[in-house]
């Protein structure tokens, strides 16, 4: 498989970064600084990337007083959710359920209600599973605090890499499908014809999207 191209958008100003240059952009961005005046809430610069596909990735300005379950919202909505599974954050040898378990709830298995203030500092490296039959792994990094006024959305996508092109295992053209059945080790990526060829079957194929849960389970891509 080619590697994917890492190129990632800012989605204020549109410009397209690299994955050193990002973070300095956003930091510095015009349009985001015109949209973002100076104040006094506490914002989390994060960075999601996928654990083995690390050429997914998203910049988020996420407020302080968001809790974790926002934030496990914000990834279900952009990257995850196909069948409403399980999810945990690992931060600091504690884990965070998004369905706690009753009977373990005082020893290890707390909820999502925390507050990313509570739980977050600058620097800080942290792990986010959805579904624990095929796990998606996300690894997840503090790169800055800030302040800015008080806004509405608490989770907000700063910038995102660009969709990765890939070719059709058979025929080199663009690939639009990937077989569910066959993406185990190695995605099993194939275009609109060569997919109606192939041996599992067109309901087995599930569409290109943009990320790393791509081709897992039942997931289809965000809807919007
Ligand atoms: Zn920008
Ligand atoms: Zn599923
Ligand atoms: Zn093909
Ligand atoms: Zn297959």
């Known amino acids: 498989m080619k590697k994917a191209k890492q190129s990632i958008r800012c989605n204020y ?77 690992s931060i600091g040898g504690e884990t965070y359920d998004s369905h706690p378990d009753p009977y373990l709830m005082y020893e290890r298995n707390r909820d999502m209600k925390a507050k990313l203030k509570d739980v977050l500092s600058e620097g800080l490296e942290f792990m986010y599973e959805y579904d624990f039959g095929s796990t998606t792994e996300l690894v997840l990094k503090v790169l800055s605090v800030s302040l800015g006024v008080k806004r509405k959305e608490r989770v907000v996508l700063m910038a995102r890499n660009l969709p990765p092109v890939f070719a059709c295992v058979e ?49 289809c891509g965000e809807d919007d």
């Open 171 to 219: 025929c080199g053209e663009p690939a639009t499908q990937v077989c569910a059945e066959c993406s185990y080790e190695e995605l099993a990526l194939y275009c609109d014809e060569c997919c109606k060829e192939h041996e599992c079957g067109e309901d087995m194929m599930l569409p290109v999207v943009n990320s790393p849960r791509m081709g897992v389970c039942a997931y």
């Open 13 to 89: 100003c549109g410009e397209v970064f690299g994955k050193i240059a990002i973070k300095r952009h956003l930091e510095n961005c015009n349009v985001r600084k015109e949209q973002n005046p100076p104040g006094r809430e506490l914002y989390y610069c994060i960075q999601v990337k996928g654990l083995y596909r690390k050429e997914y990735c998203m910049y988020l300005d996420a407020s302080a007083n968001a809790s974790l379950k926002d934030l496990d919202q914000f990834l279900r909505d952009k990257w995850l959710e196909c069948c409403g599974h399980l999810s945990m954050f």
